[in-house]
């Protein structure tokens, strides 16, 4: 499961990148690790509202839900879905049809299996820059939004940058981007992006293992470790 992800960017910069701006300045802020399992929010454009950077909660809940978040996670965890599994259920369903999202990120982690051990990777575009994945979303009765990133199997990077368990979240380029925000698009191709996703180039490289340990972030948390028998870079 996905359940950290990493958005360093400055909020002028992420404005200056996707042309529109923060919805709450005040709120943004930029977070190394933002651990999912902690009610996080994460910076997501919306389909119905396209012309600003929203904030929206990571862990998506039933539509006009008014139960505790924490009480649900613990049920069932949507920090992030499978795309292979995500048409089987309703409400999930009608949420990819109908309340698609981009979650801005500057990187997400992998973990490697080398030797009995496991390693954490850092995962970012080659450019460093901040980048989309493919998010569904739902309103809660209070107005509050929930969203989930889409994971897969088919995924548009190299082999060797994708999870222990295969799976990864679904990058989306500019063109994607704007597709999967269009009411005009059809259930055939909003299925088309997530089961064959863009080729994207991405870097990743090890980090320090106090990554696994909840709650424990320090300045060049994302900066490279050198493990022997692993790759230094991917």
Avoid at 130 to 140: K, M
Wanted: glycine content about 6%; some cysteine.
């Amino acid at each position: 499961m996905f359940y950290k992800l990493s958005n360093i960017a400055e909020g002028g910069e992420l404005e200056k990148q996707f042309g529109i701006p923060l919805e709450y300045p005040e709120l943004y802020s930029k977070q190394p690790i933002i651990n999912g399992l902690n009610e996080e929010n994460l910076l997501v454009i919306l389909q119905d509202k396209p012309q600003v950077l929203s904030i929206a909660i990571w862990g998506i809940l039933p539509e006009n839900f008014n139960d505790d978040w924490q009480m649900f996670q613990n049920v069932s965890n949507t920090l992030n879905l499978e795309a292979e599994t995500l048409k089987h259920d309703r409400w999930y369903c009608d949420a990819l049809y109908e309340r698609r999202c981009l979650i801005i990120v500057s990187g997400y982690f992998a973990t490697l299996l080398s030797k009995g051990k496991l390693y954490p990777y850092y995962v970012y575009k080659k450019s460093k820059k901040p980048f989309c994945l493919a998010g569904i979303y739902n309103r809660l009765s209070d107005g509050f939004v929930t969203c989930s990133i889409i994971i897969s199997r088919n995924l548009g990077v190299k082999r060797s940058v994708v999870d222990i368990f295969n799976e990864g979240p679904i990058i989306l380029d500019e063109h994607t981007s704007e597709k999967w925000l269009s009411y005009d698009i059809s259930q055939e191709e909003i299925e088309e992006i997530i089961n064959r996703p863009a080729q994207t180039e991405l870097n990743a490289h090890p980090i320090a293992k106090e990554f696994y340990k909840n709650d424990i972030i320090y300045n060049g948390i994302l900066d490279p470790v050198n493990y022997r028998n692993i790759p230094a870079k991917i």
